[in-house]
């Protein structure tokens, strides 16, 4: 997509055809650079990030819009236990109508987190692709091969 393609709707577009072509079980998906624009163009727009809050305070944070930024997490920490309470925060904090992009580390979580969004009637559940850090590089590393912070989008570092 080029800058001047994208809209709201056709950011849209892009994640509903990631929908048919993956049969994804929710809205669809973004780029991290394609979830910056949806935000940028859609102020009701929100990002939900999953990560742990020692996620959060160790690693960083997306810089978004307050307004458009929660952090509910998927799993809790310590123990990686699932969070019960994820689909109930989430319903305090997000209405159902409009576009939600879920975020997590590595786009593991935020997948999963999109799935259970969809189930309990959010219309536009996303996934952000390759999550806030990425995949690990050949030497065990995050951040050098993809995901939000290697794309050059705002965050706050820990």
């Known amino acids: 997509m080029t800058a001047t393609t994208l809209t709201r709707e056709s950011l849209l577009e892009a994640a509903s055809a990631r929908r048919e072509a993956d049969q994804l079980q929710y809205f669809g998906a973004l780029s991290p650079q394609e979830a910056a624009a949806l935000l940028a163009a859609d102020p009701q727009a929100h990002l939900v990030d999953v990560r742990t809050r020692a996620e959060l ?3 960083g944070t997306p810089d978004v819009a307050p307004d458009q930024f929660t952090h509910v997490e998927w799993n809790q920490y310590p123990g990686g236990v699932r969070n019960a309470n994820f689909l109930s925060a989430l319903e305090a ?3 159902k109508d409009v576009p939600v992009l879920f975020l997590c ?3 593991a979580r935020s997948k999963h987190a999109a799935a259970a969004a969809a189930q309990a009637g959010y219309t536009l559940a996303m996934d952000v692709l390759e999550g806030f ?3 690990k590089d050949s030497e065990g590393h995050r951040k050098t091969v993809e995901g939000w912070c290697f794309r050059g989008l705002p965050w706050h570092g820990a």
């Open 93 to 95: 904090a997000v209405p």
């Open 105 to 107: 580390r590595s786009a």
């Open 57 to 59: 305070d160790w690693v």
């Open 133 to 135: 850090e990425g995949a």
